[in-house]
């Protein structure tokens, strides 16, 4: 007996661990380690020109698990991306048909216990080596109420044309602090209002964890009050690390993939990811998203303050990640670098001269 309505799930990948091949269906989140004779037929049923696949014990179990699905079954999307970048976005989706529906009270009873066992968990920040620890002045919010919210929004623009020019330390120090310190002071009223246990921290910019898993590393370039170099803020302490490692115009254009509209910058911030802050409420690949979503909405708050400190900004998510898991003594860890934002003083222009000349 055959069975010709069967077809390979193309939400399913797979790898090799400990001599054993698993399958991973990226919508349920399933694992599954297959003998050779249910890879072989997942083989089959990915040719097309195959044969009509038997009727046997392979197929029914391969259909249970899901890694075969029958023709009338939902088609794949429509995908232009490569396969990389399709299995990121299948495994990052959440399906109703996997999440069963949740009353009040458990949604509640699910929150309180995650709060309580969070706060057991929480892994202290990551600090590179370091070579010296460095006190900054009490931060100055005041320069920020001199633009509006409008302006400042309507006035951030990308400027790819900066001038060697140096900014205060003073504004930076105050622009760490406003991204990344707690402005809303260290304890978070409305739990402690309810005895509930305190296990986040809030800042300008909220956090998929409500733990804060993003950190800045200041690249100083030219800037006043400070030795060119890379440093770890402490956004607890409000001090800066002195790394190891510098950076000059030359090395932070290649570290940034050559993107030579670099050169000049007064400073910069690299807003790094730890995974083990996200880990601590979601394993998956969905807190894999949230960490760039979390980046992201910090990287926002970064480019609208430096704005209203009449600064220049440029962003960039494009970087060597080798070369900066070197620089910022990260590599190895389970921090990354997701967003690199420059700082200084330009002539406001997004397109680069060089660009300009290369077109005339």
Same mark, same amino acid.
């Given at each position: 007996?055959?069975?010709?309505?069967?077809?390979?799930?193309?939400?399913?990948?797979?790898?090799?661990?400990?001599?054993?091949?698993?399958?991973?269906?990226?919508?349920?989140?399933?694992?599954?380690?297959?003998?050779?004779?249910?890879?072989?037929?997942?083989?089959?049923?990915?040719?097309?020109?195959?044969?009509?696949?038997?009727?046997?014990?392979?197929?029914?179990?391969?259909?249970?698990?899901?890694?075969?699905?029958?023709?009338?079954?939902?088609?794949?999307?429509?995908?232009?991306? %490569?396969? #990389? +970048?399709?299995?990121?976005?299948?495994?990052?989706? $959440?399906?109703?048909? @996997?999440? =069963?529906?949740? &009353?009040?009270?458990?949604?509640?009873? %699910?929150? #309180? +216990?995650?709060?309580?066992?969070?706060?057991?968990? $929480?892994?202290?920040? @990551?600090? =590179?080596?370091? &070579?010296?620890?460095?006190?900054?002045?009490?931060?100055?919010?005041?320069?920020?109420?001199?633009?509006?919210?409008?302006?400042?929004?309507?006035?951030?623009?990308?400027?790819?044309?900066?001038?060697?020019?140096?900014?205060?330390?003073?504004?930076?120090?105050?622009?760490?602090?406003?991204?990344?310190?707690?402005?809303?002071?260290?304890?978070?009223?409305?739990?402690?209002?309810?005895?509930?246990?305190?296990?986040?921290?809030?800042?300008?910019?909220?956090?998929?964890?409500?733990?804060?898993?993003?950190?800045?590393?200041?690249?100083?370039l030219n800037v006043e009050g400070l030795e060119k170099g890379i440093y770890y803020y402490s956004s607890d302490e409000h001090y800066l690390y002195r790394l190891k490692n510098t950076l000059d115009d030359e090395s932070l254009i290649y570290t940034t993939n050559d993107q030579f509209w670099a050169k000049n910058l007064s400073a910069g911030i690299f807003i790094v990811n730890d995974m083990r802050r996200t880990w601590v409420k979601d394993k998956k690949a969905r807190g894999y998203l949230a960490a760039y979503l979390e980046a992201g909405h910090i990287s926002q708050t970064i480019l609208l303050a430096a704005t209203a400190l009449k600064l220049q900004t440029w962003l960039t998510g494009t970087?060597?990640?080798?070369?900066?898991?070197?620089?910022?003594?990260?590599?190895?860890?389970?921090?990354?670098?997701?967003?690199?934002?420059?700082?200084?003083?330009?002539?406001?222009?997004?397109?680069?001269?060089?660009?300009?000349?290369?077109?005339?």
């Amino acid at each position: 007996m055959t069975n010709s309505k069967l077809q390979y799930n193309r939400n399913a990948f797979y790898y090799l661990k400990d001599g054993k091949v698993i399958a991973c269906n990226t919508l349920s989140q399933e694992y599954y380690e297959l003998e050779e004779d249910y890879f072989r037929r997942l083989l089959t049923a990915s040719n097309n020109n195959s044969h009509p696949l038997p009727n046997d014990n392979i197929n029914k179990e391969l259909l249970e698990g899901g890694l075969l699905l029958e023709d009338k079954s939902e088609p794949s999307i429509s995908w232009e991306g %490569d396969p #990389i +970048s399709f299995f990121c976005h299948q495994g990052t989706r $959440i399906l109703s048909q @996997y999440t =069963p529906k949740l &009353s009040d009270e458990e949604v509640c009873s %699910d929150f #309180i +216990s995650l709060s309580s066992s969070s706060a057991k968990e $929480i892994p202290a920040r @990551y600090i =590179p080596e370091y &070579s010296e620890r460095i006190p900054l002045q009490e931060p100055n919010l005041d320069y920020f109420n001199d633009s509006s919210l409008y302006n400042a929004a309507k006035n951030r623009k990308t400027c790819r044309n900066f001038e060697n020019k140096s900014v205060k330390i003073d504004l930076l120090n105050s622009l760490l602090y406003f991204c990344f310190g707690p402005i809303h002071g260290k304890l978070w009223e409305d739990f402690e209002q309810y005895n509930i246990p305190s296990y986040g921290l809030r800042r300008s910019s909220p956090s998929a964890t409500g733990l804060q898993g993003c950190d800045a590393y200041l690249v100083a370039l030219n800037v006043e009050g400070l030795e060119k170099g890379i440093y770890y803020y402490s956004s607890d302490e409000h001090y800066l690390y002195r790394l190891k490692n510098t950076l000059d115009d030359e090395s932070l254009i290649y570290t940034t993939n050559d993107q030579f509209w670099a050169k000049n910058l007064s400073a910069g911030i690299f807003i790094v990811n730890d995974m083990r802050r996200t880990w601590v409420k979601d394993k998956k690949a969905r807190g894999y998203l949230a960490a760039y979503l979390e980046a992201g909405h910090i990287s926002q708050t970064i480019l609208l303050a430096a704005t209203a400190l009449k600064l220049q900004t440029w962003l960039t998510g494009t970087f060597r990640d080798d070369v900066v898991d070197n620089l910022l003594q990260i590599k190895g860890s389970p921090c990354f670098a997701s967003v690199f934002v420059g700082l200084g003083y330009g002539d406001n222009g997004s397109i680069p001269k060089k660009f300009i000349e290369t077109i005339r």
